[in-house]
């Protein structure tokens, strides 16, 4: 998986991303690649978009050309074929969601991450740190794929779109909060 690739090539030195384990909001934890063959697919189709797991039931629904209205899952089809790009993915994990999507104008893939406190080991910041706010940031993961750069000052209006795609419980993000809800 791609934290392999990235303890190879050295990003958990780097001084950004440095925490180990799955239970983190950067690449190496929420990243897992996807592999596809069978009919229809083509066999030289490499896409770089980032996709749920949640959308596999309504595209394997679509394979076999059964209707899944209702499902809350949408078809990779369009994505698989090259012809259209996926909805914005989202994982979330006790203090952390993250929120990555493609945008078409510039075809950047860019991932919020929003923490409760600070985010987790980003710029040697200790994990169990808390704060009566919740950390916002954004990276273009096209351009740093190591999230070394936090872009959300200078493109808080892509933040803002991607902040609608959180969780239900992460949606207060980037406000501060009432210190007897921590």
């Known amino acids: 998986s791609i934290d392999h690739d990235m303890k190879k090539k050295g990003a958990w030195t780097k001084g950004s991303t440095i925490g180990f384990g799955k239970a983190q909001p950067w690449r190496g934890s929420t990243d897992v690649p996807l592999a596809c063959m069978g009919p229809g697919i083509p066999s030289d189709l490499v896409v770089h978009e980032p996709v749920s797991t949640l959308d596999l039931a309504a595209w394997f629904l679509d394979m076999m050309e ?19 790009l996926a909805r914005p993915v989202t994982s979330a994990f006790h203090g952390f969601a993250i929120v990555q999507a493609r945008f078409p104008a510039g075809g950047h893939v ?4 929003c923490c409760r406190g600070p985010c987790p080991y980003y710029q040697d910041m200790h994990p169990k740190t808390l704060a009566k706010t919740w950390e916002m940031r954004l990276f273009n ?3 740093d794929p190591y999230e070394e750069h936090d872009i959300f000052a200078q ?3 892509i933040g803002a779109v991607l902040a609608e795609s959180l969780p239900t419980a992460m949606q ?4 501060t909060e009432d210190s007897s809800q921590l």
Do not use: E, W
Request: hydrophobic residues 40%; proline residues 3%; aromatic residues 4%.
């Open 66 to 84: 059964v209707a899944h209205a209702g499902l809350d899952s949408k078809s990779l089809m369009p994505v698989v074929m090259g012809t259209g």
């Open 110 to 113: 860019y991932k919020l991450v």
């Open 141 to 143: 993961i096209t351009a």
């Open 155 to 157: 493109n808080s209006d």
């Open 172 to 175: 207060n993000c980037g406000q």
